[in-house]
């Protein structure tokens, strides 16, 4: 069992950068291949980045790829994303997930956070 909380959303303006952090409970974190969803008014969630257990390997959508970086601390149980020149269009709420798979499916993932929210101003 694990459980996630998110923190570190909040209001920036356009081109400005967020550090959100996804803190896990549980001794197994490290086994568990990491992920960052989320989810804006009226749309489905969607994939934006994936870190492997390892934090060897990551993946990013396209739509922040370039702006975004996601990276692990197993140590300290915490999984971050990086995102900068952030764009009204990135207005949503964020989830953290874990799962035994690195994939963009939501699926995937057997676990959630509660989100956090970021929004972007123009």
């Known amino acids: 069992q694990v459980q996630l909380v998110e923190s570190g959303g909040g209001l920036v303006q356009a081109g400005g950068s967020l550090r959100l952090s996804c803190a896990a409970s549980?001794?197994?974190?490290?086994?568990?291949?990491m992920g960052w969803f989320r989810q804006a008014p009226g749309k489905e969630r969607e994939f934006v980045a994936a870190i492997s257990w390892t934090g060897s390997s990551t993946y990013y959508a396209d739509s922040v790829k370039g702006r975004s970086t996601i990276s692990r601390d197993n140590a300290k149980n915490t999984v971050y994303l990086q995102m900068n020149s952030l764009k009204p269009e990135d207005t949503a709420v964020y989830y953290c997930?874990?799962?035994?798979?690195?994939?963009?499916?939501?699926?995937?993932?057997?676990?959630w956070g509660q989100g956090t929210q970021v929004t972007v101003s123009s």
């Open positions: 997930a874990a799962g035994r798979l690195t994939t963009q499916v939501l699926g995937d993932y057997d676990y």
């Open positions: 549980g001794r197994t974190f490290s086994r568990y291949n």
